[in-house]
């Protein structure tokens, strides 16, 4: 532990090798961010926007938007180079009480509805392709096959980790291609002067004045970018980190933002909007209209695109408990590493079961409001540490350092957005809000209170004695 201008730091005693360079880090950056929502996530904006053009414009700004938030995360990660990304930022800034929240908000509104997420995405879209237009899977099947890809996933990352890791860029390329291929099938469908070009005629109607749904729409945009939180753990491996991942992120949000809004546009290209609004896999859809013969490929390749960020996940989730277990907000048990295999079982077993739970009670709205709701919450959290420390800390060193306008502007519009979601759906987004708030007193019954009963203590210390001892777990250093 070091201190710099009375800010206490935490810092790896193993430093990883800086071996990525600017292109690595946009390659990783695009593969990323926005995750596959792109290929099941339209109709839910749509419905919200309620037009073809405000739909448009709503992915446009929802990039620009998440670029806001991501620069304000380069800074504060240039500050604090540490793995467990923004509960260590909260965490060394706001305090014990506000990094747990952090964590336990990031366990239960991210991680779980997000691997709920992706193993309905890839459950989805394998299924899909055998059965007609207009006629969707059975709901169970569809959740019986997403368990199973979640759980198979786990068990590969728990016991082949070094197998799993070979075919990850293969996996992540797969988003690439599948939407290279729908912009140019709707550039295909544009030269043929296909008749749902009739869409584009009034884009604007049908767009709501009441301030709500858009706000809902732009709420659930956000989320369709998610995943560029991942350049928080990039830090210790960039050659240059200063200059190399602020060019990164600025290089890959373009590419992605264009992409989003080109496949958009395809999409609207070939389907009508009660089509595009009674589809659960809309890329399936698109390719049915016109192109049959490429439905298999298009399945394939986003079915590879979710399993691919679902395995990123899986490897890349267990960072921030590790980091909880190393300052006492989590059991012991979750800072172990199998001693052979050398993976966190206890904490990925944990995670994978909250998934299955998520996956057999929510659905896809439901998951993007959770997972929305707290990265809207964390975001204000951390943007209000990089202000709190420009304030505090105007001599503390930083590498990197975003414009404090941008600053500003995106601790608002999330904290804006989310109170507009708030009033618009107020019982799940209040359900959300009410989980992160239970963390407060879990830390003062957990963490803050330190004279436990003695017969609780040795309790806890047989039981995490017993489960080192059964699942051959061990320390981390």
Known sequence: MAQQNGIQIEKEEIRMKRSINLLHCVAVLVAVTGHISVFISPSVIFSTAGSIGLTIIVWTVAGLLNLSACLCFVEMATIFPSAGGPYAYVNNVFGGLSGFIIMWGYTLLIIGPFWAYLSYTASVYILEPFFPIGCEPPALGVRLLGVWILATLVVLNCIYMKYVTKVQTLLTASKVVGLVLIITLGAVVLARGHETKSNFEDVFENTPTDPGPIAMGIFYSLFVYGGWQIVCGLMEEVKEPSRDIPRAVYISFLVVTVQYVLVNISYFLVLNPAQFLSSNAVAITFTQVHFPFLTPVV???????????????????????????????????????????????????????????????????IFMQFIQAFSSVMTVFVISALLYLRWSQPQLHRPYKTFLVNAIFACVYQFVVLLLALYQEPRRIGLAL?????????????????????????????????????????KTS
Do not use: C
Not at 454 to 460: G, H, V, W
């Open 299 to 365: 399945s394939i390749l986003v079915g590879m695109s979710a399993v691919g960020v679902l395995n990123a996940s899986i490897m890349g989730h267990s960072r921030v408990m590790f980091a909880g277990a190393r300052n006492g907000h989590m059991p012991t048990i979750f800072g172990m590493l199998h001693v052979r295999y050398l993976t966190p079982w206890p904490a990925i077993v944990l995670k994978a079961t909250w998934g299955a739970v998520m996956l057999f009670s929510g659905s896809v709205d």
């Open 434 to 474: 009410a989980i992160i708030a239970s963390g407060a007193p879990l830390y003062w019954i957990g963490v803050s209170w330190k004279s436990k009963p003695e017969s609780f203590k040795q309790t806890s210390k047989k039981i995490t004695i017993s489960l080192q001892k059964s699942l051959l777990l061990s």
